[in-house]
């Protein structure tokens, strides 16, 4: 099972920019579907932005559409979430997920959540915004 572990958070002034970055262990990171997921302070945990295995296709939460985008590297075993614009609403712990299921898309990992049918889990990097 693929092991991940989130680095990049940090505290940034509201407009400024960073990139999050999720480090993967094991051999079959490239067929994974990754998400990006976040939980802000006292809220339950939303759906940010997905990727499917290929790196072809993704999707995006409506509220960071146009600000956020999610990439991939296979060769490092890496998936990336650069974040433009931040606003203070976007604080909140961060977490990278990974979907094992091959019929899993970039459209699908959100339900895939809500399902609690994610193959894992990393353990969070907090990101605040300040205005």
């Known amino acids: 099972q693929v092991q991940l572990v989130e680095s990049g958070g940090g505290l940034v002034q509201a407009g400024g920019s960073l990139r999050l970055s999720c480090a993967a262990s094991?051999?079959?990171?490239?067929?994974?579907?990754m998400g990006w997921f976040r939980q802000p302070p006292g809220k339950e945990r939303e759906f940010v932005a997905a990727?499917?295995?290929?790196?072809?296709?993704?999707d995006y939460a409506d509220s960071v559409k146009g600000r956020f985008t999610i990439s991939r590297d296979n060769a490092k075993n890496t998936v990336y979430l650069r974040m433009n614009s931040l606003k203070p609403e976007d604080t909140a712990v961060y977490y990278c997920?990974?979907?094992?299921?091959?019929?899993?898309?970039?459209?699908?990992?959100?339900?895939?959540?809500?399902?609690?049918?994610?193959?894992?889990w990393g353990q969070g990097t907090l990101v605040t915004v300040s205005s």
């Open positions: 094991g051999r079959t990171f490239s067929r994974y579907a």
């Open positions: 990727i499917d295995w290929t790196g072809g296709s993704t």
């Open positions: 997920a990974a979907d094992s299921n091959p019929f899993t898309t970039a459209q699908t990992m959100g339900v895939m959540e809500k399902l609690a049918a994610l193959d894992a």
